[in-house]
């Protein structure tokens, strides 16, 4: 079905595998037409409850973007190229009602760095590294390095990475909150799957709601407190609350419907 991807569901979580080892990953216009489609398709599909996105082989997430496809284009193309990037894949997968983790295999560098941190959170293994080296090529990050990186580490140290283009370790990365978790390159895919399988146990509305409260309180939303009250009001009419309160009650396991 895909030409640059790879995907499979098991047991709820949809796994996305960028698959140009070749080209280290890299993002191109096929991949990002390719992953904005899969992320419609587990958007829509009741059997996913979760994604992964991650790369193959063993030297990269995603190094960067296709530089080969850059050197016609001038300002309008240039513009044009990161607004559709940012509707088809990055801003949704930032917004996406379903949880996605970011395994960060190895080089996540400008666009692959940008396309980590887009996702909910993220886990890497020991031989990741990230970075965004645009101002080596004259140019500033496209899909949100700015503002997510910033938001991310801080003002100061984002400030420094995306001026100096330095690429941190999986260690420094972890130090700074850019990732969550390290782990041998092995165990990658088992630990988020192992979180996801737990993240699946929830409700999945509740799950939704902090999705995008999370995100509001990250762009410095003023009526984030007051949307956090709204949501907090919708989820009493829900069943998954009554199950919830009353599984609680009942001292069992709560099963979710998400309804």
């Known amino acids: 079905m895909y030409q640059t991807i790879l995907t499979h569901t098991e047991q709820g979580i949809c796994t996305i595998t960028i698959n140009r080892p070749d080209k280290m990953n890299a993002l ?5 037409q390719e992953l904005g489609a899969a992320l419609e398709a587990a958007r829509i599909d009741t059997a996913v409850q979760a994604l992964i996105l991650t790369g193959a082989g063993e030297k990269a997430f995603v190094a960067g973007a296709d530089i080969t496809e850059f050197t016609e284009l001038q300002a309008a193309g240039g513009k044009a190229l990161a607004t559709v990037g940012a509707e088809l894949v990055f ?6 009602t379903k949880p996605i983790i970011a395994a960060v295999n190895g080089f996540a560098l400008g666009g692959g760095c940008e396309l980590a941190m887009a996702c909910h959170f ?3 293994s020991e031989n990741a590294k990230f970075g965004q080296p645009e101002v080596n090529l004259g140019l500033i990050p496209g899909y949100g390095g700015t503002q997510r990186l910033t938001q991310l580490i801080g003002k100061g140290k984002a400030m420094e990475l995306l001026m100096t283009a330095d690429m941190i370790t999986a260690n420094e990365a972890l130090q700074l909150g850019l990732v969550n978790h390290v782990v041998p390159k092995e165990e990658l895919l088992s630990l988020a799957n192992l979180i996801l399988t737990k993240i699946c146990t929830k409700a999945p509305i509740a799950i939704q709601h902090i999705i995008h409260l999370v995100n509001q309180a990250a762009i410095g939303a003023k009526d984030g407190l007051q949307q956090e009250i709204d949501l907090f009001g919708a989820c009493f009419d829900t069943e998954d609350k009554k199950e919830g309160i009353s599984a609680f009650l009942e001292k069992r396991k709560a099963s ?3 309804a």
């Open 28 to 32: 191109n216009k096929d991949v990002i």
């Open 122 to 124: 993220r886990i890497a």
């Open 256 to 258: 979710f419907k998400g």
């Open 91 to 96: 801003n949704k997968i930032e917004q996406f």
